[in-house]
Structure formats: C-alpha cells, structure tokens
C-alpha cells in the first residue's frame, strides 16, 4: 500500500487545484458556447421571419397595386371600345388585338400538361339593347347566331342564371363604369381532379347613349377569370420565387378575395366563390358544414366565415377593409401554421364604392421553413464546437503534464498553503461563501490566494443580490396575485353589470352579471353595437359618448323583450381624460324597484277608490231607498194609466240596477274577509261547473272540464273563490253570445296549483289587457266595470295572481295562481 505523505498529498491536492479551474472553466465556456449556439439559432429564425415577413407584405402590396392597375386599364378598355363603331368588324379586331399571356396546367390529374399562351383577356364582349334584348354577342371568337342572343334584363335569362349587371348598369351615368364580383359556376373536388377549370367572368359595362342623350343600351366586355388567377397562381413565397403550379399542401401560395371576404383565385378551385345550377351562391365553409360537403368540395371559401378555423382569417379580412396591409400568423384548413402576408386591392367602382376596396391578397408561407437558416447556423456552430472540443482536450491534457510536472517540483514549500487553500475551496464547495484563505507573502500563492478570496467575496455578493431579487419578486408576485384577485372579488360581487370598451368599440372586459344581463358571454373584441343591438337607444349613445365626448352619466333603460318590460340604470362613464382610453358601461336592474313602484301606486289608487266608493254608496243608499218606497207606493195606486205604470216599473228597475252597483262598490270597498282552509280544489271546482253547465247548454257553448287527479292541498275561501271564478266564467259567456267552447283546466306546477278559464271568443285588444283590472272599466253598456277588480282582490287575498292571455280574435284565458299549503303558510 502506498503511504499517504504530505508530498503525495500536495503533490494531487496540487494537480486537482490546477486542473479544478481549468476543468470549471472550459465547462462553462463549453455550456457559453452552447447557450450562444442555440441564442444565435433563434435570432437567426426570428430574423428570417422578420425579413421573410416584410418581404411578403411588400410583395403583396405590389401584387395588389398590379391587380389595381390591371382593373383600371381594363375600364379603360371599356371606355375607349364605348367610343368606337360597334360593329362586327370592330369588336372582332378589338376581341383579336386584346390579349395576355396565361402559364397554367391543364388537363386531368394524371395528365397535366403545362400550357404558356396569350389569351384573349375577354371571353366575351356584348352590345345589348335599351330593352334588355342583346343585338351582338362575340364569344369566344365567334359571334353568336340570332337564335343564342339573350334577353339579359331578366336576371334568369343572363349566362348563369341571376345576373343582375343589365339593371345596375342600366342605373349609372354616361361614362360612369360597373365592375361585377367574379362569378361563375361552383367547381368540386371531382371537377377539378378530372380537369374541369372555374369559367368565371369578371363583367364591366358601361351605358350607351344616343346624340340626344337617351339611354341605347348598355356594352359589355366579361373578363376572363384566368387572368385574374395569374396574379395569384404563380407567386413562391420561398427561395424559388416563382412556380408554375403551388401546392396547397407546402402552405407556401397566394390568393384573391374579394370585398365581401370571398376567395376569387385559389389553387383549390372548389375555395372560389362559385354559382349553383339555379343561379345560387354556393353557401361557405362553415362550422355547419356537413361531412358530405367537405368530402365533395362544395364549400367556397369566405374568410368572414373563417373564424372557427383561425380567428385571423376574418380579422384580416376586416383589416383589408380598412385598407390597412399588414401581417398575420395563423393555421389553415390543414393545419399548417403560416405566415399570411395581406394588403388591399385600392379600387372604388360600384359595386365596390363601400369600402373603396375591390379585396385583398394574401401570401402565405410555411413557418417551419424560417427556420431552415437557423438549422443551417446551427449545424455550422455544432461543427466549430466540435473541433474547440477537441482543441481543449489537447489543451487540457498539456496541463496536466505542465501541472503535474510544477507540483512534484514546488510540493516541497507550498504544501502548507495548497492545504488551506484546498480546505478554503471544500469549504466553498459546500457553500461556505464567507470562507477566506490567509493571504502570506507575495508569491503567486499568494496571488492566487488573493484572487480566490476575491472570487468568494463576488460569490457571496452575488448570492446575497440573488437572494435579495428573489425575495422582492415574492413579494411583487403575491401583491400583484392580491390586487388582481381583490379587483375580480369586487367586480364579481356587484349586483350591476360592468363592460368597458376600447376606443374602437370593442370589448375589453365584462363581469358574470354582464353576461347574465344580455343573455349570452359576449367575446372580447365584440363591438358595442353587437353587443347592446337589443338595447334601445344605448348603442347610439355610447356613439355619441365615443364620437362627441357627451351623454356620460346615468339615465333609465326600458327594454321589452318576449312580452315582458324590464327597467335598467344605464350609465356611460369615460376612461381616461375625454375617453381616451375607451368608456365603461352599467346596467343596474331597476325593474323589481320599478313593479313596486307600479304596484304601490295602483294600491294608493284603490285604497282611495274604496274610501270614496264606500262613501258615495252609503251616502247614496238612504235616499235611494226612500224613492224605491215612493215609487213603488205610486205604481199601486189604481188611476194611473199602463203608460204611467210601465214608465214607474222602469224607474224602480233602475233603482234596483243603482242597488246592486251599490252593493258591489260596498263589496269593492270593505269585502269580507277570507277564511282560507285546507280543502279540495278539484270538487269545488266541480261544484262550479255544476252552477255553469246549464246556462252553457242555453247559450250553445261547448263546456269542457280538465282535472288533476293528484292536486297537492292549498288553502282557500270556497265561497270567495266560487264568486271570483264565477265572475270568470260570466265574462267568458258574454264573449260568446252565439256560441262557443268554455274551457276550465285544474292543475299544479312545483309550489302552485292552477285554475284556468279560456273561451273561444273575440279576444281582448292589448291596450284594454293593460286596464283589464281596473276598477270600473268595461267595454259592455250596462257592466260596473268592477268584476274583474274584485276577482283580482279575491285571488291576491288567498296569496296568489291573476294573468290573462289574448290576442284580438284567439280568444282569452284567465290563470288562477294559488298557493300550496307550505307557501301559503309561509
């Protein structure tokens, strides 16, 4: 066994200190290049994508200005033929002379042939008469025999089906120009594979007017929609600039929309907004696209329907119409996450004088391929690490003969202070920053020793700021986790609802009471005139909020939705100084305090009509009585003629008519009160129909009776409730006079049963529903008009409610809500 002397000891505790810090060093110059390699791979990506991106956007700026450019010369086109004889001979040199080159392929799927050819720019030019009827029509370099000529002021009579160019043209002022949407018939899947292309026109016309200026007609040329695809078809967002024919599945391709959001240029044909065989637009792929259409293609692309595959496909479509350029990331139907680049194509003929924009054009571009630069980078760094791995093991191993070679010949006179500086290091090591090696003479030990000791103290330093970080960002995170959930606690805990809006009128934020209010959980971004569309008048005032900084503040909403009026404290407050940052909008439901309100004043109403009533009755009654008496006393006496005699029997049957509204004021004005005992429903409900059933078979009404076998109990007044339905049922044979169908239905719903009276007849208007149970109302001559108020009282004394239902000519049903015995009691 070899002895362990200090020599052997200094002489490894040397080797391990020379090489410890070497070994350190180039493991953290390993692990520095490392970190560089991979920092410098992802600015290399992210710097390919930022030029990658601002080259597609400037490439389909261009794109769109050549698209511009191309219409115009077009309506140019248009203008100058206008000018010219249009004859035969004219619009043949004009169809021969206009021409454009196409580089497409052609041909079913396994049989495509590329093609590079000028072609005519117009499939068609017509000259159609001032009666719709077309005089000549050159098509396709030929022009068509009498018997093929249209009449195209008859939408169904025009090339698919429901052109409506001949009225819009028509319309327009001498040299005014129409410029269509591109249309032609829907191209499938099938279609396509099989070598069918999209025969879409684009058409502009102009009207033709005579010396006199009368309108002679209109001109037409139909552009050819292979030259608009040429724009579009060619374009290679990649290194190969240009292709023949791009791949839906490489991401990397371009197409046209027009302003409406429709897809016009596309390599899938069947994404082109297209015609059905009756003249129909094929609807777009949607979330409600069936499997059926997806599988066969017949699903046209409208970016405004695109959201569910993206929400950036309507957002630049909504951007374009802003005429803004710019771009997106996002994912296609296949889903390839893309780079979209997007600009306006500048152009405001009509029908496009909306937005002032024919459409757009997209470039996309495969993000994964940014990062073949970087990959690039990376695999050139990796192979220069390599040979540094290899150089600084060459170096390493030198040091340890150099190191070694120093130990053996200075172990001697330097053991004592490797010792220490060997236990200051451990000690280090196992995180004794404080640690320190003294420091004797001025050797390069002891400069070692020096550097050491500093190197401790930046450890120890840097360690007590870390630490020192750490414990503040602690803190900041909780304090922030505070506020945010103190913030949500107070917004979530009030009763009224709170959303507020950026200065363009979209939504930032909204609390769950929000969302109860209108019914639905609005997205953010919605715009407020989405959102508050069934509001009234609250839409335009928060327009006039945004637009002239007034009409903050809180005023009364009154909203009727489904029948029913709801009352709402609305208030508009500004963000920031004059709303700058936007605005917040309440909603407070004022509408139980509002029914109070209502039912408060309508039970001071009557309180003061039954006062009044009960003194007018008492006060009226005496007299009354002592003029029946007189009256009665002078028609028995013998000299008065049957004249005289029939004329005192009317007055004392008005007497006895002004006695029993009388007694129904005393009746409205102090009724008795209710004694209200638990009973059975359905056989006092069948003890009425017994009173009613004869009168119903006099009057020729049909009376039918439905009852609940299992009624839970309530309680109620027999009597009291026996004169409120009867009083129903008066009402209801009144309304029938020739005849009819009474029904009486008896049953329950969790905590009521129900009692309902509807007949057959003319049905009550809705502004008398609103005064129905008001006292002394009726549209009947020799009604009091209390009826109705006394059932109602009735009804609300055994704690329940009264509703009607009708429409003018569907006749009424009154519905008896009546309290089980538990609410009752409670």
């Not at 953290?28 to 956007?57: C, F, K, N, Y």
């Not at 907004?273 to 259409?293: A, C, H, I, K, N």
């Not at 936007?582 to 909603?587: D, S």
Request: net charge neutral.
């Amino acid at each position: 066994m070899i002895r362990p002397t200090i020599f052997r000891k200094f002489l490894f505790a040397a080797l391990l200190i020379a090489l410890a810090p070497m070994l350190a060093v180039a493991l953290v110059l390993l692990a520095g290049v490392e970190e560089a390699r991979d920092r410098l791979a992802q600015q290399i990506g992210a710097s390919s994508e930022q030029m990658a991106s601002e080259s597609l956007q400037m490439r389909a700026q261009q794109v769109a200005e050549a698209v511009s450019s191309f219409l115009y010369e077009r309506e140019n086109d248009l203008l100058f033929l206008a000018t010219q004889p249009l004859d035969r001979q004219t619009l043949q040199r004009y169809y021969s002379s206009h021409r454009r080159a196409v580089w497409e392929l052609v041909g079913p799927e396994h049989e495509r042939r590329e093609i590079r050819e000028q072609l005519p720019l117009y499939r068609s030019i017509a000259v159609v008469g001032p009666d719709g009827r077309e005089q000549l029509v050159l098509k396709d370099g030929r022009f068509l025999p009498d018997h093929r000529l249209r009449n195209v002021a008859d939408p169904a009579g025009t090339e698919f089906g429901s052109e409506t160019y001949f009225q819009e043209i028509k319309a327009l002022k001498p040299g005014q120009v129409y410029v269509s949407r591109v249309t032609g018939r829907h191209v499938t899947i099938a279609e396509q594979a099989a070598g069918k292309r999209f025969e879409g026109v684009l058409r502009l016309g102009t009207p033709l007017t005579g010396p006199d200026g009368r309108f002679n007609g209109i001109l037409v040329l139909s552009l050819d929609h292979r030259h608009l695809m040429e724009f579009s078809q060619h374009i290679d967002p990649g290194p190969g600039f240009l292709t023949l024919a791009p791949t839906y599945e490489s991401g990397n391709y371009a197409f046209l929309f027009d302003d409406e959001g429709w897809i016009i240029t596309h390599p899938k044909l069947w994404d082109i907004r297209g015609l059905d065989q009756q003249g129909q637009l094929v609807p777009p792929y949607s979330e409600r696209s069936t499997p059926e259409q997806i599988k066969t293609g017949r699903i046209p692309y409208n970016l405004d329907h695109a959201g569910f595959i993206h929400p950036n496909y309507p957002r630049v479509a909504a951007e374009v119409r802003k005429r803004n350029a710019g771009v997106a990331t996002l994912t296609n139907v296949g889903g390839a996450r893309k780079i979209m680049a997007y600009a306006p194509i500048l152009y405001d003929r009509a029908p496009y004088q909306r937005y002032g924009i024919f459409g757009g054009v997209t470039i996309g571009y495969q993000a994964s391929q940014f990062q073949q630069q970087a990959q690039a980078g990376s695999l050139l760094i990796n192979k220069q690490l390599k040979q540094y791995r290899s150089r600084s093991v060459l170096i390493l191993s030198l040091a340890v003969l150099l190191a070694g070679l120093a130990a053996w010949l200075l172990a001697r006179g330097i053991t004592k202070p490797v010792q220490r500086l060997n236990e200051s290091a451990r000690q280090v090591a196992h995180g004794e920053t404080g640690a320190r090696v003294p420091v004797t003479g001025s050797d390069e030990l002891a400069d070692l020793a020096l550097t050491f000791n500093a190197m401790v103290a930046e450890l120890e330093l840097r360690k007590q700021n870390l630490t020192a970080t750490l414990d503040q960002l602690r803190a900041s995170r909780q304090e922030i986790l505070d506020e945010r959930n103190f913030k949500e606690s107070i917004l979530e805990s009030i009763s009224s609802a709170i959303t507020t809006f950026a200065p363009d009128g979209t939504l930032t934020s909204r609390n769950s009471t929000a969302d109860q209010f209108l019914g639905q959980s609005w997205p953010l971004e919605s715009h407020y005139a989405t959102v508050f569309a069934d509001w009234g008048d609250l839409p335009a005032r928060i327009a006039q909020a945004f637009t002239e900084g007034v009409g903050y503040g809180r005023e009364p909403l009154k909203i009727t939705e489904k029948g029913r009026t709801r009352h709402f404290d609305a208030g508009i407050f500004p963000i920031g100084a004059n709303g700058e940052l936007g605005l917040t909008v309440t909603l407070r439901d004022e509408t139980v305090r509002e029914q109070l309100r209502e039912e408060t004043l309508r039970l001071d109403r009557l309180a003061s009509l039954g006062k009044l009533a009960a003194g007018i009755a008492h006060e009226i009654r005496n007299p009354l009585t002592g003029i029946s008496l007189l009256l009665d006393d002078l028609h028995d006496r013998a000299p008065l003629s049957n004249n005289e005699r029939e004329l005192l029997r009317k007055a004392l049957d008005e007497i006895e008519r002004m006695e029993r509204l009388i007694t129904s004021l005393l009746s409205f004005a102090a009724p008795p009160r209710a004694e209200l005992r638990s009973g059975d429903l359905s056989q006092a409900v069948s003890s009425l129909v017994l009173l009613v059933r004869r009168p119903c078979e006099k009057q020729g009404v049909l009376l039918k009776l439905d009852l609940d076998n299992e009624l839970p109990p309530c309680r109620f007044d027999a009597e009291k409730l026996q004169q409120a339905l009867l009083n129903l049922v008066k009402n209801a044979l009144e309304a029938m006079p020739d005849g009819g169908t009474l029904a009486i239905r008896v049953s329950h719903e969790p905590g009521w049963n129900l009692i309902s009276v509807s007949d057959s007849g003319p049905g009550i208007g809705a502004d008398d529903q609103q005064l129905l149970f008001e006292p002394f109302f009726t549209r009947k001559g020799a009604g009091t008009g209390l009826g109705l108020s006394i059932t109602k009282r009735i009804i609300e004394e055994h704690g329940g409610s009264l509703e009607v239902t009708s429409s003018p000519g569907q006749g009424a049903c009154f519905t008896v809500r009546l309290p089980l015995n538990d609410t009752a009691s409670s």
